[in-house]
Every structure is written in structure tokens, then in C-alpha cells.
């Protein structure tokens, strides 16, 4: 069988890359080009683990094939940190204590990235609503948001 040859942005830099016409991006992602941030937790695009920017819009990387992405932008969670500085939502992840397995994390941070880039002030009810497509198994979901929450607040001070 014939690997395409892909050329994508991911994470501002430029990569090719070859694979098969059935691999997933979250598969290509982790086993291509070793970015390991995403998770695969349901492989059905039920659980929001996989959750990826792809050119400016919130997917789930294990419904999208990696033959799709050619000319595209591709943006994960090793791409939220600059150099040492984690990203406001990071930090305030680490802050609230907003995981426990890490599983569902990066695609959390991933998501309310997104949200907080469309809405830099959204009600608690917004946050929750936003996040509802991600899935988590050990939090209770009340420190994720309340990370969320106050990633809004330092994203607007600083």
C-alpha cells in the first residue's frame, strides 16, 4: 500500500511527513512525529483527549485522517508553552490541582484554549458548556473550570 506524502504546520513549524490513507492525525501525531501530548481515550471522538486545533478550529484528532491535514495548521498542547513560560491556562491547571490521571488534561487545556481565545470573559455556564465534549474520569470537572476561570482573568491582565 502507498504512504501519501503530507506537508502540514503543526505547531508553527513545518513537517512532512508519509502515512496510510486509514492513519489518524492523533496516530500520526504520536507515532510520526512523536508528539505524545495528545491521547487517545475512546478512539470514537466521545471523550475530547485527542483535541486538536486544526486551522483555528477544536477537533477531535482521532476523527480527522492525517491525509487531511496536507497545507493545513495543526496546533496541539506541545505547542501552547513558549520556551520555559507555560501558557496561562498550564498554569493555572497546575495551580487548581485541575488533574489527576492526565489522560483527559491536554485535550481540557487544548479546549479551553479555544474557548478563551473566542470568548476572553465567559460565564461559568459558558465554560461548562464548552468543555462538555471532553470527558474526564477522576476530577469532578469543578477544578478544571475553576482553572479555566481564572486563566480568563490572567489572560485579560497580562
Given at each position: 500500500m502507498a504512504k501519501h506524502h503530507i506537508e502540514a504546520t503543526v505547531n508553527?513549524?513545518?513537517?512532512?511527513?508519509?502515512?496510510?490513507?486509514?492513519?489518524?492525525?492523533?496516530?500520526?501525531?504520536?507515532?510520526?512525529?512523536?508528539?505524545t501530548g495528545s491521547?487517545?481515550?475512546?478512539?470514537?471522538?466521545?471523550?475530547?483527549?485527542?483535541?486538536?486545533?486544526?486551522?483555528?478550529?477544536?477537533?477531535?484528532s482521532c476523527l480527522v485522517l492525517g491525509c487531511e491535514v496536507s497545507g493545513r495548521r495543526v496546533e496541539t498542547i506541545e505547542g501552547m508553552a513558549k520556551g520555559e513560560s507555560l501558557?496561562?491556562?498550564?498554569?493555572?491547571?497546575?495551580?487548581?490541582?485541575?488533574?489527576?490521571?492526565?489522560?483527559?488534561?491536554?485535550?481540557?487545556?487544548?479546549?479551553?484554549?479555544?474557548?478563551?481565545?473566542?470568548?476572553p470573559n465567559p460565564t461559568e455556564t459558558e465554560i461548562r458548556y464548552w468543555l462538555a465534549g471532553n470527558l474526564c474520569r477522576c476530577t469532578g470537572y469543578d477544578k478544571i473550570v475553576s482553572a479555566v476561570k481564572d486563566a480568563a482573568v490572567a489572560m485579560r491582565k497580562g
Amino acid at each position: 500500500m502507498a504512504k501519501h506524502h503530507i506537508e502540514a504546520t503543526v505547531n508553527g513549524d513545518d513537517v512532512e511527513f508519509l502515512c496510510e490513507t486509514e492513519e489518524t492525525l492523533l496516530d500520526v501525531l504520536r507515532d510520526t512525529l512523536h508528539l505524545t501530548g495528545s491521547k487517545e481515550g475512546c478512539a470514537s471522538g466521545d471523550c475530547g483527549a485527542c483535541s486538536v486545533m486544526l486551522d483555528g478550529r477544536l477537533v477531535c484528532s482521532c476523527l480527522v485522517l492525517g491525509c487531511e491535514v496536507s497545507g493545513r495548521r495543526v496546533e496541539t498542547i506541545e505547542g501552547m508553552a513558549k520556551g520555559e513560560s507555560l501558557h496561562p491556562l498550564q498554569q493555572q491547571f497546575l495551580e487548581h490541582a485541575a488533574l489527576q490521571c492526565g489522560i483527559c488534561t491536554p485535550g481540557f487545556i487544548v479546549a479551553g484554549k479555544a474557548l478563551l481565545e473566542r470568548n476572553p470573559n465567559p460565564t461559568e455556564t459558558e465554560i461548562r458548556y464548552w468543555l462538555a465534549g471532553n470527558l474526564c474520569r477522576c476530577t469532578g470537572y469543578d477544578k478544571i473550570v475553576s482553572a479555566v476561570k481564572d486563566a480568563a482573568v490572567a489572560m485579560r491582565k497580562g
